[in-house]
Antibody
Framework: QVQLVQSGAEVKKPGASVRVSCKASGYTFTNYYIHWVRQAPGQGLEWMGWINPKSGGTNYAQKFQGRVTMTRDTSINTMYMELSSLRSDDTAVYYC???????????WGQGTLVTVSS | QSALTQPASVSGSPGQSITISCTGT?????????VSWYQQRPGKAPKVMIY???KRPSGVANRFSGSKFGNTASLTISGLQAEDEADYYCCSYAGSGNYVFGTGTKVTVL
């Protein structure tokens, strides 16, 4: 069965960076783009960008360009999302999600809470 | 890219039908038939309920249906049930590899 398993919760200080991982199983890793979506406490979903696991190509939402980097390690079927220069308003649950084509998000990771606090 | 606009809350009694609107622009909803809807329960990851405007994934009850007219998409839940109480988000492709979510709607079953 398809699974996306994310790394555990993180606590970071303002100005630091955080890297969240998303390990895929149950399907051919390189056949589906992976997107990252975040949700601040009590707020809505916010799309951050995607990575093509086959080529490593990426596309980031304009809001995060210059601060986010999405990478992958095909040897272990794992994607990574790194966000730098963290601020308190980056406190959120970060999700990875798979897309068949460019249509919709069919499988989601369980989410990773990133807390930014001094 | 601004978030798509949804009503903050919608409520209905069991058995009734409710409709959630999702308003975008000619650059997103109006230009692509790539609107999807997600149900999110507290503390859980979102679950897709509708994709490509009106297609239902396997396992989703046929009480859920989607439509689009111009720059506005809609999700209708017919025969509302207590288990439908959750937050609902729309999402649209916005061109150039970008996506945008709606502001979210809390559905309450009275």
């Amino acid at each position: 069965q398809v699974q996306l398993v994310q790394s555990g919760a993180e606590v970071k200080k303002p100005g630091a960076s955080v890297r969240v991982s998303c390990k895929a199983s149950g399907y051919t890793f390189t056949n589906y783009y992976i997107h990252w979506v975040r949700q601040a406490p009590g707020q809505g979903l916010e799309w951050m960008g995607w990575i093509n696991p086959k080529s490593g190509g990426t596309n980031y939402a304009q809001k995060f360009q210059g601060r986010v980097t999405m990478t992958r390690d095909t040897s272990i079927n794992t994607m990574y999302m790194e966000l730098s220069s963290l601020r308190s308003d980056d406190t959120a649950v970060y999700y990875c999600a798979r897309t068949p084509g460019n249509s919709y998000f069919d499988y989601w990771g369980q989410g990773t809470l990133v807390t930014v606090s001094s | 890219q601004s978030a798509l606009t949804q009503p903050a809350s919608v409520s209905g009694s069991p058995g009734q039908s409710i409709t959630i609107s999702c308003t975008g622009t000619s650059s997103d909803i109006g230009n692509y038939n790539l609107v999807s809807w997600y149900q999110q329960r507290p503390g859980k990851a979102p679950k897709v309920m509708i994709y490509e405007v009106n297609k239902r994934p396997s396992g989703v009850a046929n009480r859920f249906s989607g439509s689009k007219f111009g720059n506005t998409a809609s999700l209708t839940i017919s025969g509302l049930q207590a288990e439908d109480e959750a937050d609902y988000y729309c999402c649209s492709y916005a061109g150039s590899g970008n996506y945008v979510f709606g502001t979210g709607t809390k559905v309450t079953v009275l």
